[in-house]
């Protein structure tokens, strides 16, 4: 089945140490966003890329950066993590960026710990 | 100023029964769509219904149905016959053209946990 597919589902790491979060996607859509989820909250928007564009939100701290290596791959690095960025993160994919009607499909979200 | 207003942290409901999630929005553009996405315990965020700014009839995608009060700005969604697996957290969303990058942000709001009683 096309779908979005986020690995690993739980991550751990320690304060300080870079993380790599992965999410691809089957269904050949042009956008990929990343969100960071905090418990009991809504999804916040860290960027997205359009094909190779990259759209940074404008309160999304440096230590979030991403790379989207072909259509299907999406990562988020997180330089140096502190216990402030332990959350859920989810990947979501869209057709298209422009347009009230685009549906996002989101992935299962990996969620991490900081130690 | 909030954009996506759920003001129902929690509800509970009878198996069976019939729900009314409500969602409130601001918005200044007249192009914009309404979404509502499902949240279970695993994470994962399902699509459920989506309602067009310029669409007159309500959204309806089987037990689902979101009744669109434009002149209100209300969203709300109505789940029928309610089922033990859709108890979950519920958010409202709104897609709106964004300034920054010429296309369109989707913004959620604070989201509504759904208990189901059998």
């Known amino acids: 089945d096309a779908m979005v597919i986020q690995n690993p589902r739980y991550q751990v790491t320690q304060f300080g140490k870079p993380v790599t979060l992965s999410c691809s996607q089957t269904?050949?859509?042009?956008?990929m966003y990343w969100y960071q989820q905090k418990s009991s909250q809504a999804p916040k928007l860290l960027f997205h890329?359009?094909?190779?564009?990259?759209?940074n939100e404008a309160d999304t701290p440096d230590n979030f950066q991403s790379r989207r290596p072909n259509t299907s791959f999406c990562f988020l690095d997180i330089r140096s993590p502190g216990l402030g960025d332990a959350a859920m993160y989810l990947c979501?994919?869209?057709?298209?960026?422009?347009?009230?009607?685009?549906?996002?499909?989101f992935g299962p979200g990996t969620r991490l710990l900081v130690l | 100023a909030q954009k996506i207003t759920q003001t129902q942290p929690g509800m509970f409901v009878q198996e069976k029964e019939a729900v009314t999630l409500d969602c409130t929005y601001d918005?200044?553009?007249?192009?914009?769509?309404l979404f509502w996405y499902k949240q279970p315990s695993s994470g994962e965020m399902i699509f459920l219904i989506y309602?067009?700014?310029?669409?007159?009839q309500n959204a309806t995608e089987g037990r689902y149905s979101l009744n669109f009060q434009k002149a209100r700005k209300s969203a709300n969604l109505v789940i029928s016959a309610s089922q033990l697996g859709d108890s979950a957290m519920y958010f409202c969303?709104?897609?709106?053209?964004?300034?920054?990058?010429?296309?369109?942000?989707?913004?959620f709001g604070a989201g509504t946990r759904l208990f189901v009683k059998a």
């Open positions: 269904l050949n859509h042009n956008v």
């Open positions: 309602q067009g700014s310029y669409d007159e």
């Open positions: 979501a994919t869209s057709r298209e960026s422009s347009g009230p009607r685009e549906t996002q499909y």
């Open positions: 969303a709104m897609r709106e053209p964004s300034g920054n990058t010429g296309g369109f942000k989707t913004i």
């Open positions: 918005t200044s553009d007249q192009s914009y769509g």
């Open positions: 890329y359009y094909d190779k564009d990259f759209n």
